[in-house]
T-cell receptor, first 116, second 110 residues
């Protein structure tokens, strides 16, 4: 167990709706990254949040947005859901040190999103 | 931006050593390499991480040649419970980007 928790476990939405996924980071970590994993594929980096700001972003459109809170927990918001958004959404927490270097990422169990 | 490739699948028998190689030809100076294990419907589980040469922990070894264009995860004496998908991750030191490989499905046979 990594100490990273995600909610909900499963979620079903319809096309065009909006969804919010939540992640609590491991104790002592200050950074959260989000990934999308389609069935049978490797995870794809969405973005990373550090000091409550987006620190890096992968190739995802602006309808994917996030927040990080003072307790380092995070939310992933997806607007205007599309069928291709159906996937396992993973968050990973890590520690960014004083030099700005990201340490090992530890993953939560994921949220399975189904878009109908 | 590093692009990573891995073999799609591998078979092994219990008690054998398994080596899985990941190619990352465009790896950048600040990138490090991490390997994860994933079971169905679970999040990836950390195995080992390195930047260059060789790293060993209680469950695996990681070999990275001098040019860092590939890395090899070595699992000694695999058991049936090691059947899973193994991913390499090339990560930017400063969190700007992270690229997973496509994953290698390891099947351990009795």
């Amino acid at each position: 167990e990594t100490g990273v928790t995600q909610s909900p476990t499963h979620l079903i939405k319809t096309r065009g709706q909006q969804v919010t996924l939540r992640c609590s980071s491991q104790s002592g970590h200050n950074t959260v990254s989000w990934y999308q994993q389609a069935l049978g594929q490797g995870p794809q980096f969405i973005f990373q949040y550090y000091r409550e700001e987006e620190n890096g972003r992968g190739n995802f459109p602006p309808r994917f947005s996030g927040l990080q809170f003072p307790n380092y927990s995070s939310e992933l918001n997806v607007n205007a859901l599309e069928l291709d958004d159906s996937a396992l959404y993973l968050c990973a927490s890590s520690l960014v040190g004083s030099g700005g270097v990201t340490d090992t990422q530890y993953f939560g169990p994921g949220t399975r999103l189904t878009v109908l | 931006l590093a692009k990573t490739t891995q073999p799609i699948s591998m078979d092994s028998y219990e008690g054998q050593e398994v080596n899985i190689t990941c190619s990352h030809n465009n790896i950048a100076t600040n990138d490090y390499i991490t390997w994860y294990q994933q079971f169905p419907s679970q999040g990836p589980r950390f195995i080992i991480q390195g930047y260059k040469t060789k790293v060993t922990n209680e469950v695996a070894s990681l070999f990275i040649p001098a040019d860092r264009k590939s890395s090899t995860l070595s699992l000694p004496r695999v058991s049936l419970s090691d059947t899973a998908v193994y991913y390499c991750l090339v990560g930017d030191d400063y969190g700007q980007n992270f690229v997973f490989g496509p994953g290698t499905r390891l099947s351990v046979l009795p």
